[in-house]
């Protein structure tokens, strides 16, 4: 078996982010160990990633979960790189905190040793999120020195506080661990990732961005601003921070902040069949407005996005219309 790039690991194959990053890969020549959790709804089919191109030569599907730390050293065994993107998420709060963000950083560490265990591992890339970022009080646009403020979630509990709080914490000790233990560790921070998908069911964070471009309250309330960025530039930010000689810490990844008023005319523009709410119509509805984070850091090292802000949309409502979601 011919491999021309190594083989690398992705924890969560079956997500959003982890399903296109497997693409992604498999498209530039690297094999591919993933891992899914043993009872989840997508152990049943995973056609989705068996179909891709290249997968029935460079994919290997492994069983594993985060309440068992050591399952994931067979499917992390002889790779140069790790992209750990699996994370619990629970925004409907079945679970106390305190549970998830433990399993999360449990986890996350046997990961990590895994990773030190293999001598093999050059480099370990991390999935954070911007909700580990900018829920801290502020409004002003953040770079990488920001982070959440987890008594402040804890004590005020904002919709997806749970999440946020272990996304923050993980990503912490996650570089934390890279540098007592001497592990090459970098974090990408995506904002809301929107765009086409290939999982089995709509990702949140594509319905979340188009209740902001339809005008509709989402799990999130009314999202007035926010930021986004495409699934194919975060993949390929992904592999860019893996392949990169000489990056370090955390790298925020979001392509541009945009107001509802701006996406609803953008969808309306090439979908007039779509009715969008008057402003009036939502004068009544909590809103919210998200801080904008840089991405210069990731810009800086070399990084391009490829894909506008018309794009994004573009890609998701059209991979919706197919898919049976609109």
């Not at 994919?59 to 309440?67: G, K, N, W």
Request: glycine share 6%.
């Amino acid at each position: 078996m011919e491999e021309s790039k190594g083989r690398v690991c992705v924890t969560g194959g079956t997500g959003f982010i982890g399903s296109w990053l497997i693409k992604t890969l498999l498209e530039n020549d690297y094999s591919v160990n993933t891992t899914i959790r043993p009872n989840s709804e997508h152990g049943k089919d995973v056609s989705f990633l068996t179909s891709l191109s290249g997968a029935s030569q460079r994919l290997q599907i492994f069983s594993a979960d985060l309440s068992y730390p050591e399952s994931f050293s067979a499917a992390i065994e002889g790779c140069i790189g790790v992209f750990h993107v699996a994370h619990p998420v629970d925004f409907e709060l079945r679970e106390p905190e305190e549970v998830v963000t433990k399993r999360s950083i449990d986890g996350t560490l046997g990961i990590l040793k895994a990773c030190l265990n293999s001598k093999t591992v050059k480099r370990v890339v991390y999935t954070s999120s911007s909700s580990a970022v900018y829920l801290n009080g502020k409004e002003f646009m953040m770079d990488e020195s920001y982070w959440s403020d987890v008594d402040y979630l804890r004590a005020s509990k904002p919709v997806g506080w749970s999440y946020a709080v272990s996304k923050t914490l993980t990503e912490k000790t996650v570089l934390e661990f890279g540098e007592q233990n001497g592990l090459d560790v970098v974090t990408l921070i995506p904002t809301f990732v929107c765009g086409p998908f290939i999982c089995s069911k709509l990702p949140s964070s594509v319905d979340a961005t188009l209740n902001v471009a339809f005008g509709k309250k989402g799990p999130f309330g009314v999202v007035l601003q926010t930021s986004l960025v495409h699934v194919d530039d975060v993949a390929k930010a992904h592999i860019f921070l893996l392949e990169h000689p000489n990056v370090k810490g955390r790298y925020n990844c979001s392509l541009c902040t945009v107001t509802r008023e701006r996406m609803s005319e953008l969808v309306y523009a090439k979908y007039p069949k779509f009715q969008l709410p008057t402003p009036d119509s939502l004068e009544l509805i909590e809103s919210i407005k998200k801080p904008a984070l840089s991405s210069k850091k990731l810009i800086d090292a070399g990084f391009v996005f490829k894909y506008g802000l018309e794009k994004i949309i573009d890609d998701a409502i059209q991979c919706c219309q197919e898919n049976c979601y609109l």
